[in-house]
């Protein structure tokens, strides 16, 4: 990652929604179950980005490509480069952390339970 080249960078990531930590472990469970994220036939959700465009100092607009619940949609994640540095324990790499957010439909991924409820 070169942070004054924003453009350059690639974004590829698959998140195991088993690892999913909503801070209670009964709304973890619901929200994993069948008729939300049904997570035993989707298991992963996964990103690929498309374009990344700088949008101050130590961020970014991500634009790519979400798929979840066996739905691929375009999505813009906000990203935050929140630490670029020597990573304290050997081989001594330089590691980057970064935080994102984005607002989704869940509707738009079929996925269409409690609507009255969630939104």
């Known amino acids: 990652f070169d942070p004054d080249d924003w453009a350059s960078a690639r974004l590829d990531v698959t998140v195991p929604l088993h690892r999913t930590d909503l801070g209670d472990a009964k709304w973890n469970e619901a929200t994993l179950a069948r008729n939300l994220l049904d997570a035993e036939r989707f298991p992963d959700a996964h990103f690929v980005s498309t374009q990344v465009e700088a949008s101050g100092e130590n961020h970014a607009k991500v634009t790519g490509n979400l798929t979840l619940h066996g739905v691929t949609r375009p999505v813009t994640l906000d990203v935050t480069l929140n630490a670029l540095k ?28 409690w609507k009255s409820m969630i939104g």
């Open 86 to 113: 020597r990573h304290p324990l050997p081989p001594f790499r330089r590691t980057a952390g970064f935080s994102a957010t984005a607002t989704l439909s869940r509707a738009e991924f079929g996925i269409d339970a």
